[in-house]
């Protein structure tokens, strides 16, 4: 089955938790780590707790790592929030752990290539060896397609990344929006295509949510079609990027559940 929910509107309160399973009628959650106001014994305990008690699936944990950076140190405390967050995925009854490659050159373009070329066999280094943990915790990493100047600037990255670290507990988290917007001159959607293929999750981009249309930015019948040949059986995560989230998410979750079950 396909599970749809909102992202952007989890802040990790528990109000808006309610507003998943009562209002929009939703299926589960993503978890995202930024949004978090703390990882205290008894916090985590209330959350996983209502999470049940409202009949909601993690989907899927999202951690905000970054092996990019300049610093040797902060790229060892990004590993080491890696291997926190595998645990916690687990312990939150998920298989999959979203997780970044970085971004080098600290999104300068006059520093990209080098500092790219310099950090990318630390980054698959860093990835392998926190693939090899979460295969012990049973949790597949979901490597988003994030650009903005990262080490996935192109499908071509991506794949290289998963030839590189070569293990099956390293997978894709495929955000639509990336290849067919923000990136579309350089990817588009031959490199969905591509990507869709290694994909455990799916981050289903909004920008413009229209209840019709899906989205003013992206063709998302042409994404639904795509879904529909390949038979897509995983998650599909709202990923909201816009201005109005209480007027326009509810409009993207309605399209995708009416489009999704005809």
């Not at 816009?242 to 399209?255: C, H, I, Q, T």
Request: aromatic share 10%.
């Amino acid at each position: 089955d396909i599970l749809i929910k909102s992202r952007r509107e989890f802040e990790a309160e528990m109000g808006i938790v309610n507003t998943v399973s009562n209002e929009a009628k939703l299926e589960g959650v993503e978890l995202l780590d930024i949004h978090f106001p703390s990882l205290s014994k008894d916090y985590l305990a209330q959350l996983k707790n209502q999470l049940a008690q409202l009949g909601l699936e993690v989907a899927c944990c999202s951690v905000s790592n970054d092996f990019g950076k300049a610093e040797l140190k902060a790229r060892e405390e990004n590993e080491k929030l890696v291997e926190k967050w595998i645990e916690l995925a687990q312990w939150f009854g998920t298989d999959t752990l979203r997780v970044f490659a970085g971004w080098p050159g600290e999104q300068n373009p006059e520093k990209y290539e080098q500092e790219k070329a310099q950090l990318w066999q630390e980054m698959i280094e860093r990835l392998s060896r926190l693939s090899e943990k979460a295969e012990k915790f049973r949790v597949v990493l979901a490597l988003e397609n994030h650009n903005h100047l990262g080490f996935t600037q192109t499908v071509e990255d991506l794949l290289k990344i998963l030839k590189e670290v070569n293990s099956p507990w390293l997978r894709v988290c495929l955000d639509t929006g990336d290849y067919l917007v923000d990136t579309l001159e350089i990817n588009g959607f031959r490199a969905l295509e591509r990507a869709l293929d290694y994909a455990k999750i799916i981050h289903a981009k909004f920008y413009q949510a229209d209840e019709e249309r899906g989205d003013l930015k992206q063709d998302w019948f042409q994404i639904i079609s795509l879904l529909r040949r390949r038979s897509w059986a995983g998650y599909l995560s709202i990923e909201y990027e816009g201005a109005e989230p209480s007027d326009e998410v509810p409009k993207a979750v309605r399209f995708l559940q009416n489009h999704l079950a005809s």
